[in-house]
């Protein structure tokens, strides 16, 4: 058994995000339906679109007509979950909105993914991750050398909402198991954004440089070999990076470089050119020193590494033969993940009775975690990242740090979006009396997440067997870079090196050099992943009445974060590579700059290529959607379209019926109207910090609002309230805090 099996999910939407999103639930033995129009899914043709509707039967069914919505309606009557990525008024035009069906059927979750936000002049855009990455800022987020937006090839926003959108239906049943009744709840292409690019600001402090796309730390940055080859180093930490000086043979010349960034790039630069990039990586790994080769994804997803971490699977296909794809990114020590097949069309949709309304019971205040207590070892992103999604879904999380601070503090506003919501606890581990003290509160808690490196759990005395043996009860979801299993999982690892060897950075670079993602790709993503398989495992516990172990890794997001372009099989189409500062896929694919900011712009169609040249006064050609990006074609919008103000052409294109839409910095992205109109961000007070500017959250509730209660917490602010909140007594607490346990 797993956590969703008997849960039946009906899945009207297309594309990216929703088919994700009930993948992950389908993996966990949900049945889901899938509802396609006469038409098909609109990325039928992706190879991806094999891995996102895995485990589902697919049925046709035209909503315009009374009969197919009849069947619709009838489906949903009989399902736990619907799931809808509708722009907005559609569902509504059609009945099928969050208010009318679950006021028809009270027992149901009603879960709206649409590609934008849920209301306002961009709303209605077709869906296009170009667009999105532009509205949101995170074009202009990534490393440049020059002053333009960045075409991400890799859909980060959309997978992101997609995680966020499985944990989000996750909770509201979880909340449903303890109330008796259902909700609906919203999780747009902009709350995915927020969460794979936070927005941040502390408004007393500028504002952080761009990035370059090497990367502009040098402790943390891309390097060459002798040999032409390129690989990262991983030093984010001083002592890792003073490792890789005394491999360098360089001791004696790191206190005064520590500070001294561009020198520090330049001698690196000019000493990793004396030799290959593979002798470079042997010496600094024998001196564990983090660093990885870049290579291809294909190559990658082929290699060993994953095989021996179990994330690669193969399944027959009736027309393509053997298809390849990612497992499941989680490992659920009692209720496993599983792929039983590739999707399936079936002819008829099934006839799902329909479900009466549970009684309705009393249920915690607040967002549909109320009353879920989590103690949260993990630090920097991926750990300390997924105890803050579960805070905005009203958990009561703990930020548990040792005297010497998450590492990441000095991260300053990224520091603050990562970790706000929870209360602070200032705890030494190594102290036997801090160990004691944790394995009391574990008693009392339902879920504990780290991201030690393999085996420190155990030589701490914190392992699961550790945490069972106190509370049967305990979710204990532990993260690490490479999985618990190979030549490579004892390994310390950080996001770039998974997208070094994992193949984002070859990808994003195309036939140039490699480029770092300014997004934390890897690390934004396990934690929407562990805080989704965290809300998972307390949905199994409310079968089971059991907790369990799960385990994830940055190199599981590696693939799960590229999972439609990992989609294998013989004479697979390529995937869209990017290059140096790139901005689209194609002349009618991609970002331009008018006199006073930038504009995307996408046309698909013959129609929409001629509107593009009527409006702009420009030749098209014979073969226009086959211009490539930076040929003739794209050359002579450009000039055209720098002639004119951004809001006159995006006008005049729109009304051309041609997809468009600003392309946003940072700073505008705070203050944007439609943005604001959609709740992107909120403003808020840190205590000590002052005025902050960060995201509002990363899903809606309409009966179970969730949202921050707090700002984030200083080293151990709160530690004696939450000792006095676990029932620790007040003379224990004074007696840890005088021997310095506790402080």
């Given at each position: 058994m797993s956590a969703y099996r008997g849960v039946r999910i009906v899945d009207f939407s297309q594309g990216v995000a929703g088919p994700m999103a009930t993948m992950l639930l389908g993996d966990l033995e949900a049945e889901v339906v899938k509802v396609e129009p006469p038409g098909g899914d609109r990325m039928a043709s992706h190879p991806g679109y094999l891995a996102w509707n895995r485990n589902k039967q697919v049925v046709t069914l035209d909503l315009e007509t009374g009969e197919g919505l009849a069947a619709a309606k009838a489906l949903v009557a009989g399902a736990d979950v619907a799931l809808f990525d509708a722009a907005p008024g559609r569902l509504e035009a059609l009945g099928l909105d969050g208010a009318n069906l679950t006021a028809a059927y009270p027992h149901l979750v009603h879960a709206w993914m649409p590609p934008y936000g849920t209301t306002g002049v961009w709303s209605d855009l077709p869906a296009h991750h170009s667009l999105l990455a532009g509205l949101t800022g995170v074009a202009f987020?990534?490393?440049?050398?020059?002053?333009?937006?960045?075409?991400?090839?890799?859909?980060?926003?959309?997978?992101?909402?997609?995680?966020?959108?499985?944990?989000?239906?996750?909770?509201?049943?979880f909340e449903r198991s303890r109330s008796g009744r259902g909700q609906a709840l919203t999780v747009s292409g902009l709350h995915g954004s927020a969460q794979a690019a936070p927005p941040a600001l502390v408004l007393s402090e500028p504002p952080l440089p761009r990035g370059t796309p090497p990367g502009a730390n040098p402790r943390y940055r891309l390097y060459q070999g002798s040999d032409g080859e390129w690989f990262f180093l991983g030093t984010l930490f001083t002592g890792f990076y003073r490792k890789a000086f005394e491999v360098l043979g360089l001791e004696d010349a790191f206190d005064a470089l520590e500070a001294d960034m561009l020198a520090a790039r330049d001698l690196l630069e000019g000493m990793f050119l004396t030799r290959t990039r593979d002798e470079w990586l042997a010496a600094l790994r024998a001196n564990d020193v983090p660093c990885a080769p870049v290579g291809s994804r294909e190559a990658w997803f082929?290699?060993?590494?994953?095989?021996?971490?179990?994330?690669?699977?193969?399944?027959?296909?009736?027309?393509?033969?053997?298809?390849?794809?990612?497992?499941?990114?989680?490992?659920?020590?009692?209720?496993?993940?599983?792929?039983?097949?590739?999707?399936?069309?079936?002819?008829?949709?099934?006839?799902?009775?329909?479900?009466?309304?549970?009684?309705?019971?009393?249920?915690?205040?607040?967002?549909?975690?109320?009353?879920?207590?989590?103690?949260?070892?993990?630090?920097?992103?991926?750990?300390?990242?997924a105890g803050t999604i579960l805070a905005q879904l009203g958990a009561d999380v703990i930020k548990i740090e040792p005297r010497e601070a998450d590492m990441f503090r000095s991260d300053g506003s990224q520091f603050l979006a990562y970790n706000r919501g929870t209360r602070g606890l200032g705890l030494d581990l190594k102290r036997p009396e801090g160990r004691d003290l944790l394995l009391d509160l574990v008693r009392g808690a339902d879920v504990v997440i780290d991201n030690y490196r393999l085996g420190v759990r155990g030589r701490l005395g914190i392992d699961y067997a550790a945490l069972k043996a106190v509370n049967p009860r305990i979710v204990s979801c532990s993260i690490n870079a490479y999985g618990e299993t190979g030549a490579r999982a004892a390994l310390p690892g950080f996001d770039p090196l998974l997208q070094a060897e994992g193949g984002m950075m070859a990808a994003q670079g195309g036939d140039g050099d490699p480029i770092l993602h300014?997004?934390?790709?890897?690390?934004?993503?396990?934690?929407?992943?562990?805080?989704?398989?965290?809300?998972?495992?307390?949905?199994?516990?409310?079968?089971?009445?059991?907790?369990?172990?799960?385990?994830?890794?940055?190199?599981?997001?590696?693939?799960?974060?590229?999972?439609?372009?990992?989609?294998?099989?013989?004479?697979?189409?390529?995937?869209?590579?990017?290059?140096?500062?790139?901005?689209?896929?194609?002349?009618?694919?991609?970002?331009?700059?008018?006199?006073?900011?930038?504009?995307?712009?996408?046309?698909?169609?013959?129609?929409?290529?001629?509107?593009?040249?009527?409006?702009?006064?420009?030749e098209i050609g014979e073969a226009p959607l086959a211009e490539p990006r930076?040929?003739?074609?794209?050359?002579?919008?450009?000039?055209?379209?720098?002639?004119?103000?951004?809001?006159?052409?995006?006008?005049?294109?729109?009304?051309?019926?041609?997809?468009?839409?600003?392309?946003?910095?940072?700073?505008?992205?705070?203050?944007?109207?439609?943005?604001?109109?959609?709740?992107?961000?909120?403003?808020?007070?840190h205590p000590r910090l002052g005025p902050m500017v960060t995201a509002k959250g990363y899903a809606e509730f309409s009966r179970t609002p969730g949202g921050f209660r707090r700002p984030t917490p200083d080293l151990g602010q709160h530690s004696a309230e939450v000792l006095a909140d676990y029932g620790i007594a007040p003379d224990r607490i004074a007696a840890l805090m005088a021997a310095g346990a506790v402080f």
């Open positions: 987020r990534q490393g440049a050398w020059s002053d333009a937006p960045i075409h991400l090839v890799i859909p980060i926003c959309w997978y992101a909402q997609a995680v966020l959108g499985a944990g989000a239906i996750g909770a509201a049943l082929a290699g060993a590494a994953v095989a021996e971490g179990g994330l690669r699977l193969v399944l027959p296909h009736p027309e393509l033969g053997e298809v390849a794809m990612p497992a499941p990114p989680v490992k659920f020590g009692a209720t496993p993940a599983s792929v039983r097949a590739l999707p399936q069309v079936v002819g008829e949709a099934p006839a799902w009775p329909a479900k009466g309304a549970d009684p309705a019971r009393a249920a915690p205040a607040g967002g549909p975690l109320a009353g879920v207590r989590v103690l949260n070892l993990g630090t920097v992103i991926a750990g300390a990242y300014t997004i934390a790709v890897n690390d934004i993503a396990t934690a929407a992943t562990v805080a989704s398989a965290v809300v998972a495992a307390l949905n199994a516990r409310e079968r089971t009445g059991e907790g369990q172990e799960v385990l994830t890794s940055l190199m599981a997001q590696s693939l799960l974060f590229q999972s439609g372009e990992l989609v294998t099989y013989d004479g697979r189409p390529p995937n869209d590579l990017g290059g140096v500062d790139c901005l689209g896929v194609s002349a009618l694919h991609r970002y331009y700059a008018c006199t006073d900011g930038w504009i995307g712009l996408v046309a698909e169609t013959a129609d929409a290529a001629q509107a593009v040249g009527r409006v702009l006064g420009v930076d040929g003739a074609l794209a050359e002579r919008i450009a000039a055209a379209l720098a002639e004119w103000i951004r809001a006159e052409a995006l006008a005049a294109l729109r009304s051309a019926g041609v997809a468009a839409a600003p392309v946003l910095r940072g700073g505008e992205a705070l203050d944007d109207d439609f943005l604001a109109q959609n709740g992107f961000v909120e403003g808020w007070a």
